[in-house]
Structure formats: C-alpha cells, structure tokens
C-alpha cells in the first residue's frame, strides 16, 4: 500500500470515528436537554401543588393568616 493510499484509510477511519463521536455527543446532549425538561416540568408541577395547598389551607381558615412556632429547625 502506498503512502498515498494509507493516508486516505487513515483519513476514513478519522471522519467515520469523528461521525461516531459526532453522533454520541448529539444522543448525550438530547438526553440532557429531555431531562432538563423534564426536571423542569416536575419542579413547575411542584410549584402549582403547593399553591394549590395554600390556596386550600387559606380557604379553609376563612382567609386568615395563623401564625405556628415550629420551634427550632431540624
């Protein structure tokens, strides 16, 4: 095999072991990004529950604001 013809194999072989990186990274990253959202979602879904559940505590005490001592944090 000439110098010629092993600089083209050695060529291929980098563009298809760059393409396979290529396509990891893009699989990885579209990972990230889902979980992200669904990170996302969740905290939002969270978010609208405890409102809710204020929204109910403060309907069932007529409006009322109360005032609890937790005492100190644990």
Do not use: F, N, Y
């Not at 396979?20 to 990972?31: D, F, G, L």
């Not at 669904?38 to 409006?63: F, M």
């Amino acid at each position: 095999m000439t110098s010629a013809a092993k600089r083209v194999a050695r060529d291929i072989k980098s563009e298809a072991g760059l393409a396979e990186w290529t396509s990891k990274i893009k699989a990885m990253q579209q990972q990230v990004d889902a979980d992200e959202e669904a990170e996302q979602r969740s905290l939002e879904e969270e978010i609208a529950a405890s409102r809710l559940a204020r929204l109910r505590r403060s309907h069932v005490t007529g409006g009322r604001s109360r005032t609890r001592s937790l005492g100190p944090c644990k």
